[in-house]
């Protein structure tokens, strides 16, 4: 599937043991009923092994939303597969899948992976040549918004290993949330409301009244939703 097919929309002491039992159980059940619902995975669950490379003791978690798995609905080698376990890595931009022989992990042939859904968000992999003289680099977008003028954004985060006291300290950070339009097969970095505004000049008197009228923040906190309205709102004029 091409990218502007895509982009165009589909045609997270004993508490703490107590918790991870529940953790381990939602995980095994999950499992156990893919398992049940497809009989051939063999195509799914071929990837390179996924090694933890994270030290013990990190504070955070690499993952999206959450560090538990999470039913997905992966496309992988032109077939869809649904109600799949899986983690997105955020640091390496790896969609990851518990073996099933369940002793270890492996992560899936991001080039081969055109979208998967996680969490209520839908993931789209932009190859090389898609992103090609853009400020995108190729990988896994959010699709905030599809259609004819797309809104992604790039999620990621940060592994970091510092010494402190002559002891090796590491974190997991959350780095800044980049957003994207795709208009007219370009892409276009956006962080507020002149950057939209640019992209419609026809538009722009209309859309500056409507962001002002529901008066849309574009700073970090509101930044996120004040693009996804906007945007749908001019897809409607």
Known sequence: MGTAGLLAGPSAAAQTSATDTTRLVAANGLRQQYAHALRDTYG???????TNYVRP?????????????????IVYGGQTYAGVPARYDLVRDQLVLTAQSRTSELRLVSERVARFTLGGHTFVHLSAASVAGSPLRPGFYDLLVAGPVAVLASRRKKYDE??????????????????????????????????VL????????????????????????????????????????
């Open 44 to 50: 799914l669950y071929s990837g390179p092994a996924y």
């Open 57 to 73: 003791g990190t504070v955070g978690h690499r993952f999206f939303a959450t560090p538990d798995e999470q039913p997905a609905t």
């Open 162 to 195: 510092r010494t402190e006291n002559s002891l090796i300290v590491s974190e997991i950070l959350d780095r800044r949330t980049d957003y994207f339009i795709r208009q007219g097969g370009r892409y276009y970095e956006v962080s507020k409301a002149g950057d």
């Open 198 to 237: 640019r992209l419609f000049p026809k538009q722009r008197a209309v859309l500056r009244e409507y962001a002002q009228t529901h008066n849309l923040q574009f700073d970090e906190a509101g930044r996120e939703a004040a693009l996804v309205e906007l945007v749908r709102y001019q897809a409607t004029l």
